[in-house]
């Protein structure tokens, strides 16, 4: 294997100080992965066309680093949905189509790809209960983050005790959108006009999802943090779509975000 080093994940302060050992989580960047080229590095995305073995071997040093056999990282098709699936001992791979995922079972890693949507950990540690959800302006808008506390709930956790870290992802001053765009939202509430703010184009906005994300979190009742990192400009540890899609390229990698309850 070309590259044996580990990943070396970023860790949220948040979870470190207050979740204690109760549960084991990183947002994981490009480093310590073997695919090549535009994929180059820790590429986790199976609906990328990077080499499948790649993509294996990348998802398998993820679970590695949690001291978890492959088949122990549970992930989801994500679609963009509010949808929430809860996984237990009876987990055997499969991917739903759905956005965020919860558990109450010890060792199972819980991931969420992105690049640049936002990746959401949670964790009530009292509960001992994890969450991960997969949040762009879609998943923000109409309730996926909600739905992942919800669903813990419905596994035990409480809500006050539920802390959740929003990772890295597009931040405001590489996310413009158009007229429509800044429309459906304050079709939904207009105190989203907070979120928008005027671009160098002629009627066109910068969009603040990390704002949106986290403050949706705080007006659920949880303890919310935003690591404030941007994957737009740091090509080095993160894939960004805008990015590629800005430069043209045919396709791009996708990283992982994930936790696991500690045995």
Avoid at 91 to 116: F, H, K, N
Avoid at 120 to 144: M, Q, T
Avoid at 169 to 183: K, L, T
Wanted: hydrophobic share 35%; glycine share 10%.
């Amino acid at each position: 294997m070309k590259d044996q080093a580990l990943p070396s994940p970023i860790e949220s302060p948040l979870l470190v100080e207050r979740a204690g050992t109760a549960a084991r989580h990183g947002f994981f960047t490009r480093e310590g992965g073997v695919s090549e080229g535009i994929y180059r590095g820790l590429n986790v995305g199976l609906g990328s066309k990077d080499e499948r073995k790649n993509v294996h071997e990348n998802r398998a040093r993820v679970a590695r680093w949690f001291s978890a056999a492959p088949e122990r990282l549970a992930t989801v098709h994500q679609v963009h949905s509010p949808d929430v699936v809860v996984v237990d001992d009876s987990y055997d791979g499969t991917r739903p189509e759905a956005d965020a995922l919860v558990t109450a079972t010890p060792g199972i890693v819980l991931g969420v790809l992105a690049a640049d949507c936002g990746p959401i950990l949670f964790c009530d540690p009292e509960a001992r209960i994890v969450g991960a959800a997969h949040a762009g302006w879609k998943g923000a808008l109409y309730g996926v983050l909600e739905n992942t506390i919800a669903a813990m709930e419905k596994l035990g956790a409480k809500r006050e005790n539920i802390l959740a870290s929003l990772g890295p992802s597009i931040g405001r001053r590489n996310y413009e959108v158009g007229p429509e765009f800044v429309q459906r939202f304050l079709d939904v509430d207009g105190t989203y006009e907070r979120y928008f703010t005027p671009s160098e184009k002629a009627d066109h906005a910068m969009f603040d999802l990390p704002g949106l994300t986290t403050q949706r979190l705080a007006d659920a009742g949880v303890t919310a943090e935003n690591l404030d990192i941007c994957t737009y400009p740091d090509e080095d540890r993160f894939y960004s779509y805008r990015r590629t899609t800005h430069r043209q390229e045919p396709d791009y990698g996708r990283q992982i975000s994930a936790i696991m309850i500690r045995g």
